[in-house]
């Protein structure tokens, strides 16, 4: 059974930093590409980030550009989301997501991902 779980979300100041982690068991990460979406309230759930298979391939949300950055430790089965020079309107909770057909390059529809995470309130403050 694949299970992800996010973590490091939390209350910052605007321009600050927070790193998202997202662990998977039943999943090896090396086989499959992985992405970050959001959702602020009242909102629909949007796209922020994704990595392909190898880590070879990146795609990112234009708001998000030069700020934020996905990574991947396939020892340690990890994705991760370094979010700097955080805004207010990156307010949300943002979720991980596993596509588990093997491809090398990164996929920003959400309707491409198999199972996804419960979620880490990310809350910044003006």
């Known amino acids: 059974q694949v299970q992800l779980v996010e973590s490091g979300g939390g209350l910052v100041q605007a321009g600050g930093s927070l790193r998202l982690s997202c662990a998977a068991s039943?999943?090896?990460?090396?086989?499959?590409?992985m992405g970050w979406f959001r959702q602020a309230p009242g909102k629909e759930r949007e796209f922020v980030a994704a990595?392909?298979?190898?880590?070879?391939?990146?795609l990112y949300a234009e708001f998000v550009k030069g700020r934020f950055t996905i990574s991947k430790d396939n020892a340690k089965n990890t994705v991760y989301l370094q979010m700097n020079t955080l805004k207010p309107e990156d307010t949300a909770v943002y979720y991980c997501?596993?596509?588990?057909?093997?491809?090398?390059?990164?996929?920003?529809?959400?309707?491409?991902?198999?199972?996804w995470g419960q979620g880490t309130q990310v809350t910044v403050s003006p």
């Open positions: 997501a596993v596509d588990l057909r093997s491809t090398y390059y990164a996929t920003a529809y959400s309707g491409d991902y198999d199972y």
């Open positions: 990595i392909g298979r190898t880590g070879g391939h990146t």
């Open positions: 039943g999943v090896t990460f090396n086989t499959y590409r």
